[in-house]
């Protein structure tokens, strides 16, 4: 089942057909003729761009769709059911990374002094792991430069400008926890090598919590349903993200289905089991700059 367009998607799909009928026309003609397929790489790196100028709006030009400073109570609320008591159980030498952090909130909470609600509800109140976060742009607020100024760089640790694929494993370590709630998982233009970088971070015995809205679910969807994120198979038939998440080797993957929530939204764990992780190749044919983008991708044969 395909999604329903929305009117913008219905042009896009207008002006294929006419560049179709085009092409014929000019082929009757004798002329050269230039398919869709060879204008649709600019076409992506357009949406691309505009999707990087969503990125780095600030204050009243921030689109109020585009969430910066999700709580500890968020997550805990959004990511796959075992995140909290997981990230209960981490000590102060154990690590976790926070992608798509915005301004840390999230950090923050767990930071926060014992008695107060966010910890006692999510993470416990023991020892803190060491925290990194990871945002496209800079947006720590006041609150966090003062929390790791008292804490220091070992405990807490902001990186922004540049997205997760531009670090290396060496630059950031191996993590034990990696969360992604609406960050490059929901975003990114290249999910394969997204997931890649993700279990390269992770130790074996790790775990990526994360969630991805507007896709086909485990459990089936429902009439009507607007995708935001579709997968299809080599020959173009739906593919499944959870289904597509475990074919990838050292990889056990854990999909909780909502199917009443605004979109029909997976939350996902994927736990690593071993080193040689490897992630079937899914290349990008659409994108639609927004928040979050539309995207379609499909299976490499």
Known sequence: MRSVKSP??????????????????VQALGLPAVWPQELAEPRLDEEIAEQEKIFQRRGADVPSGYITNRGLSDYAELLPTGFCDALGRLG????????????????????????????EKCGGSGTRARVVAISIEDRRSDKWKQ?????GDDRIRYLSGKSLRHYSVEELGKFQIITDVFGGFTYTADLSRFVENVLSLLEVGGGFYTLVPGVHLEGGDKLGTWYLTELEDAAGRPEKVCSWLKKCTCAK????????????????????VCSDVSVPRMKLVEIEAGYPPDRRFQLEP
């Open 253 to 272: 993957v854990t999909c909780e289905s909502k199917s009443d929530w605004k979109r029909p939204t997976e939350l996902i764990k994927v736990e690593k």
């Open 8 to 25: 913008v998607k219905g042009w896009k799909v207008a002006a294929v057909c006419l560049a179709v009928v085009i092409v014929i026309v």
């Open 92 to 119: 102060s030498s154990d690590r976790w990374l926070d992608i798509g952090a915005g301004e840390g909130q999230a950090i923050l909470d767990y930071y926060a002094p014992r008695g107060d609600a966010a910890p």
């Open 147 to 151: 929390q790791a100024a008292s804490l």
